[in-house]
């Protein structure tokens, strides 16, 4: 087995990738789900002359990042829930290649037109094709594809705890989503058929503009009941009266919790809690993606492992994939695995990175001295090369090695980016220049923790409190590579380490107080996770300044800097073939990132999907979920 071939192969395909990475997904750092570029050792099955004509079989997927069986992703943002909810989730407007073209999806578009309105926003018109239907047959009309925008634009959810901004390009948007206004003019129900949305002449140009009429269907029942109705007099869609958080707070935080009414190509049959195990069988419903394909494995099982068995639990056929394996260690034991016949693998560099997340808005980490000493006691070569056993590379800012507009500029980048290199005088220098410079009795500092006199006078201690998911091999090696490295305490800094589950580290991360009031206190500032893109690479609200978004934990950094969202939104507000003019806000983006460090980036890696042989025809990228490649795959007993 060629293991070096990994880096220098996967590096090569990343200059043909077209378009990766947007939206992120929060997860343990040290096994992920992602979108990939496929590298294996032998050619992709491409004879599908086996290939069932029905659905058949089962896969038996594997994940170390633990189900929690929140799949709604605007509540929490866990990858294994989102891959769950994929699954489900499915006839949107506007779908997307292998390639990561956009398009409309003609399987449920009948036909569509766009108008060019005189206050500069632009109109979108859909009118869907008949015989559309949720899994268990009820109809799917008009009204569902305007529900999206209008529920989870709402003031209402918004109150819930729960993130209000999916048709936050959409004319009136940010009047309806603070209750303002009752109606949204950027949405309007026409009749049972046809829809439309208008994008705000604020929001345009923007570079990925299909995905902002991206919208698929949504069961207002599900969520409400009945009686709450969605109506539209001509200027705009709204509720009825009825849908209130005082009725409906109860009934939706259980529906996230439910057998979502699936439109996708599997349906979610059940859910253990104790195994963090869900099973799907097929959606005979499902109309099929934008070429009109259909899934043909019939069963499909997404379950916890954990690191130290995933691989035994392949060999044993107690699973027949695993996604996303992230680490050295188990990179080369999947490989060894393979080497003895009867599995395959597919490896891809990804759209994202591992990191160590700071979050700035109080304690120590809200100073970017501190920030910056952090990351330059972090020998982050060293740790990268541990962690993922060479495949993998460091990067300096929120972006992985599968994108374009990274690669095209990455000589640019390495120039103007500070790397933080390892160096406890500079960490002592910027943590000394920004006045911890005290003992805790307010005396000249000498040893121990250092101390700050904070605005108020009083005395804060370099004490970081830090919450680490458990089973995760990452946060083993931050606590060799960090916590218990002699020079952390020579800097006068220390770093307490709380284990949880990753479902209560979320918990923490978005101040989720719908989940206990103790969540929604500001308690850890450090997270260890990792992100991952889709193609659409917008981070206006990942760093958004907006009080109402903040309370939501949409900027989960809690990072108050209006110059770096700016930036993000300039670089979004791009035309579509402007190419250069993106990569160039791009850098200017970054620049400021690396300057405020609100992460510490520590390494962007190739993932690889391990697999039984009887697993056919599993193509993934750089650029598509598990669900996509699945639904070209296929079973072989």
Known sequence: MKRKLSLLLALVVLLTVFMAACGKTEEPADVE??????????????????????????????????????????WQNNAADYDVYNFMVGSGIVDMTFEGEYLINETVVESYETTENEDGSKTYTFTIKDGLTYHDGSPITALDYVTGPMLWSSKQVGDMGADNTYGQYLKGWSEFSKGETKEFPGVNLIDEKTFAVTIAADKLPYFFELTLVSFVPHKLSYWTDETVEIKDDGNGCYFSDN?????????????????????????????????????LHVNDKYPGNWEGRKPKIETIIYK???QETAIDELATGSVDLLSGMASGDEINAGLDL?????????????????????????????YPAVRKALAHLIDRNDFAKSFTGGFGTVVNGPYG???????ENKAELNEKLNQYPYSLDEAIKLLEEDGWI???NGNEYKEGVRYKKTEDGELMPLVLEWASSEQNAFSDLLVVKLQENPDL?????????????????????YRDGSQGAEYGVPTYHMFNLATNYTPRYDLTTAYTTDPNLLKQGLNDNYIIDEQLENLAKAMVLTEPDDREGFKEKFVDFIVRWNELMPDIPLYSNLYHDFYNDKLQNYDMNALIRVDDALLYSYVTE
Not at 39 to 58: F, I, L, R
């Open 401 to 407: 090695e599968s994108m374009w507009f990274y690669q």
């Open 304 to 306: 916890k492992v954990t």
């Open 243 to 279: 849908f209130t958080v005082e009725n409906y707070e109860e009934k939706m935080n259980e529906a996230r919790f439910g057998i979502y009414p699936a439109t996708g190509p599997y349906v979610l049959e059940s859910y253990d809690e104790a195994s963090k195990t869900a099973v």
């Open 338 to 366: 393979v080497d003895k016949g009867g599995f395959s693998f597919t490896e891809y560099p990804r759209a994202g990175y591992g990191k160590l997340t700071l979050v700035c808005d109080f304690g120590p980490t809200q």
């Open 33 to 74: 789900s992602d979108e990939p570029t496929e590298v294996t050792d032998e050619p992709a099955a491409d004879d599908t002359s086996a290939e069932p004509e029905e659905p058949t079989g089962q896969i038996i997927i594997g994940n170390t990042t633990e189900l929690t069986g929140d799949w709604i992703p605007y």
């Open 489 to 509: 305490a020579a800097a006068g800094i220390k770093i307490n380490q709380t284990v949880m589950t990753f479902g209560e580290l979320l918990n923490y991360l």
């Open 438 to 440: 005290y003992d805790e």
